[in-house]
């Protein structure tokens, strides 16, 4: 596949995958896994956040200590589903900025289309990370990542929990620079766009709707 992916395979994450894949999987219990999940996905996706040291006092001694660096993150989730992993991500990084990107899929051309977007300013400065459970096609994220670019984002990467291979090849031919991080890439899409065996709808399964 491509360098840009980093498949994160912990046995926790997998197990916990395997509950959210079963489609007795009531929403409550998979809102609460898809958390657990992006938690374990977040600590991979910033493995490679700057720092910086700032002198420090303990209780024993001075010390020269390592704090975060740079501007405050950006999270964006892409509507719907990517808001269940936001909340799992602001645990982990309390004062990150968000942004929200809506797109539909114009049923004539099967292009994506955008219906809102907000970012925080000063996007260049800032690493952006891209939130949505499923990496399909790859077309919504890959105008989605546009859409960050044109508002100033250079380090960018997606953080989804699964991934079709096609949509894994796709996004990164459209951005080579964006890192790639799933907790598992499904066997293929069907005619329907829907990875296979995958778990279904995120965004139904999420909010108990159909
Ligand atoms: N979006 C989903 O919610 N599920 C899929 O399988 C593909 C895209």
């Known amino acids: 596949m491509t360098d840009n992916l980093v498949l994160v395979d912990h046995p926790l ?33 910033l493995r490679d956040l700057p720092l910086t040291t700032r002198r420090i006092e ?5 010390t020269e200590a390592p704090i975060l660096k740079g501007k405050k993150l950006a999270l964006v989730p892409i509507l719907r589903a990517g808001i269940g992993l936001l909340d799992g991500m ?20 099967l292009k994506p289309v955008q219906y809102y977007s907000k970012l925080p300013n000063e996007m260049e400065k800032r690493t952006t990370v891209m939130l949505d459970p499923m990496l399909a096609t790859g077309n919504s994220a890959t105008a989605a990542i546009d859409i960050v670019k044109e508002a100033g ?12 291979p096609e949509g894994v090849e796709n996004l990164a031919r459209a951005h080579p620079d964006v ?6 890439v499904d066997e293929r899409l069907n005619d329907m766009g829907y990875i296979v065996p995958g778990l279904g709808d995120a965004g139904d399964r999420l909010f108990g709707t159909k």
């Open 13 to 45: 994450i997998r197990h916990k995958l395997t509950l959210m894949r079963e489609k007795t999987t009531p929403s409550v219990q998979f809102r609460r896994l898809l958390k657990e999940i992006s938690l374990l996905l977040g600590y991979e996706t």
């Open 58 to 62: 303990t209780p024993l001694a001075e």
């Open 90 to 109: 602001l645990e982990l990084v309390p004062l990150a900025r968000v942004g929200f990107i809506g797109l539909f899929r114009d049923e004539e051309t």
């Open 153 to 164: 984002a250079k380090d960018v990467r997606f953080m989804c929990l699964l991934a079709a």
């Open 179 to 184: 890192r790639i991080i799933t907790a598992a």
